[in-house]
């Protein structure tokens, strides 16, 4: 597994990667995220994305279905 890097070093050039971050119930999630209109954004579910503040990133696997 590739260690996970500050999101501070994360592309923002609208490529996919997975992040790291916590919702308003204090969880950890992991997801694909992208960022484009000045943010983070990821699919909750497969109909809805969010805008999210994550705090880590690594590529994303080689085999995800997300790509």
């Known amino acids: 597994m590739v260690d996970r890097k500050p999101i501070s070093t994360a592309p923002t050039d609208g490529s996919k990667i997975t992040v790291q971050w916590k919702d308003s119930n204090g969880v950890i999630n992991e997801s694909i995220a992208q960022y484009r209109d000045a943010g983070w954004w990821t699919y909750i ?3 809805t ?3 999210v ?3 880590s ?3 994303v696997a080689e085999d995800s ?3």
């Open 49 to 51: 994305q969010k805008r």
């Open 57 to 59: 990133w690594r590529p």
């Open 45 to 47: 579910d497969s109909d």
């Open 65 to 67: 279905d997300d790509e």
């Open 53 to 55: 503040e994550p705090t």
